[in-house]
T-cell receptor, first 114, second 115 residues
């Protein structure tokens, strides 16, 4: 299986703190994406980083990608109670320029306490 | 509104009774995919389709069938459901266009219980 692995499995922090989640994968990728899932609901796309990029920002989100280590991290700054959710990384395999087929990891469950 | 629509949202059925979970998208996306989500296992891909009449197996295809006769629809068929197929199922779609950066759009999920 090409499934990635997130670390930690669960993370509990106070509102205002930063949250960092990591993702490792096994084979060469075209892109890596992060998704959020509120309990039992569909996943929502957060950010995509391509294999030739090293860092990307979107609002309070910062994603890094290290293809030599086959790993990525998602940083949420100044967390809020509304950020409480599960976060998944997904690795994309496909031809250049296409996001291709996505394989998801097992997720990190983030709890932000007010 | 751009969306992926799955039906039904909830389904309880008995072992061996054939069922179909429908998935439809209104974004003219080429890619469509089915995932199942189980506690501790994350999302595992069942089948995916890169375009009409093109489908391929994911990591856990056993016991499932799919078809892609039209671009907008990608039904998931369980010919003879078993209790180990009790799960939360998600359909997702995506544009295959070069430079696409919008990710996959997910449906709201179908919670299936097989007794």
């Amino acid at each position: 299986s090409q499934q990635g692995e997130e670390d930690p499995q669960a993370l509990s922090i106070q509102e205002g703190e930063n949250a960092t989640m990591n993702c490792s994968y096994k084979t060469s990728i075209n892109n890596l994406q992060w998704y959020r899932q509120n309990s039992g609901r569909g996943l929502v796309h957060l950010i995509l980083i391509r294999s030739n990029e090293r860092e990307k920002h979107s609002g309070r989100l910062r994603v890094t990608l290290d293809t030599s280590k086959k790993s990525s991290s998602l940083l949420i700054t100044a967390s809020r109670a509304a950020d409480t959710a599960s976060y998944f990384c997904a690795t994309g395999y496909g031809f250049e320029g296409s996001q291709g087929n996505l394989i998801f990891g097992k997720g990190t469950k983030l709890s932000v306490k007010p | 509104e751009a969306q992926v629509t799955q039906n039904p949202r909830y389904l309880i059925t008995v072992t061996g009774k054939k069922l179909t979970v429908t998935c439809s998208q209104n974004m003219n996306h080429e890619y469509m995919s089915w995932y199942r989500q189980d506690p501790g296992l994350g999302l595992r891909q069942i089948y995916y389709s890169m375009n009409v009449e093109v489908t391929d197996k994911g990591d856990v295809p056993e016991g499932y069938k799919v078809s892609r006769k039209e671009k907008r629809n990608f039904p998931l068929i369980l010919e003879s459901p078993s209790p180990n197929q009790t799960s939360l199922y998600f359909c997702a779609s995506s544009s295959a266009g070069k430079g696409g950066a919008s990710g996959y759009t997910f449906g709201s999920g179908t919670r299936l219980t097989v007794v």
